[in-house]
């Protein structure tokens, strides 16, 4: 479709406020900061993070669906290389099930988004701890792989010339369980929430492992987007408050833990 548009379906068309403008000079986006009665928001948050390193500035942006949250958030996100901050961006709409999001969803999206993001532009982890991470992971969800299944990846891995961590491996494979709704994904939760204080904890090494990669390549400190939480469906839970109350305000302490649990 080409800008500016000259009837009215193509105008409708052009506005569908279901998607964000990733591009920052697409010429659909219009600045209302005036409007919202606010300073820039992208500016505004990217001044919150540079005054607030190196402690971890955490910030609720809320509004509702197609106000333009994304849109500000993926501006924020070209934004912050410009302050030396390093971006992590996780949609949780593209990598979770909406339909039944969980506390626990989010923060192993997290993790996932994380290791695989520093992958894609060829920061390398601590070898260690990446071991150390895998087998907590493998030991505590019981993820078992036969000798089969690894000869065959490593022969893929062989043939496109990649090597996904296994660490990696096991991430995909638990989001990509909670996503698909596989009878797996209550006895993954069970089991990440019997053991939530260390889960945090070894998220935590991993976010902390990942400030230092990123501050080794010229950049300040790291910062984390979780965007489309919006999206989550609303219903009401047997125990009278509704999926949003749950998420918000009844694991609120769980979601701002990153990077404010220890590991002892």
């Given at each position: 479709m080409q800008y500016p548009v000259s009837t009215v379906d193509d105008a409708y068309k052009a506005c569908n406020p279901e998607q964000p403008l990733k591009n920052l000079d697409d010429p659909r986006y219009v600045d209302l900061t005036e409007v919202r009665g606010i300073k820039n928001f992208a500016r505004t948050i990217a001044k919150r993070i540079v005054r607030s390193a190196p402690d971890f500035h955490q910030q609720l942006v809320t509004g509702h669906r197609g106000c333009g949250k994304s849109t500000e958030l993926y501006r924020l996100k070209a934004q912050c290389p410009s302050e030396k901050f390093f971006t992590i961006y996780l949609d949780v709409e593209e990598m979770l099930d909406l339909g039944e999001v969980n506390y626990l969803d989010i923060l192993l999206g997290i993790a996932r988004a994380t290791e695989e993001q520093l992958r894609d532009n060829r920061f390398t982890l601590n070898q260690q701890l990446l071991e150390e991470l895998s087998n907590w992971f493998a030991e505590k969800v019981l993820i078992q792989e036969t000798k089969d299944n690894r000869e065959s990846r490593a022969k893929a891995e062989a043939k496109i010339g990649t090597k996904i961590p296994l660490l990696g491996e096991l991430f995909a494979k638990f989001?990509?369980?909670?996503?698909?709704?596989?009878?797996r994904r209550e006895e993954l939760r069970t089991t990440l929430e019997?053991?939530?204080?260390?889960?945090?904890?070894?998220l935590n090494r991993l976010i902390e492992a990942a400030r230092l990669q990123v501050q080794q390549h010229d950049f300040k400190d790291l910062v984390i987007i979780v965007d489309g939480l919006e999206k989550m469906h609303y219903r009401e839970l047997p125990d009278g408050q509704s999926t949003h109350a749950a998420l918000f305000v009844h694991h609120a302490e769980q979601l701002k833990a990153p990077t404010s649990m220890p590991l002892s």
């Open positions: 989001t990509g369980e909670i996503r698909s709704g596989s009878s019997k053991e939530l204080r260390v889960f945090i904890a070894h």
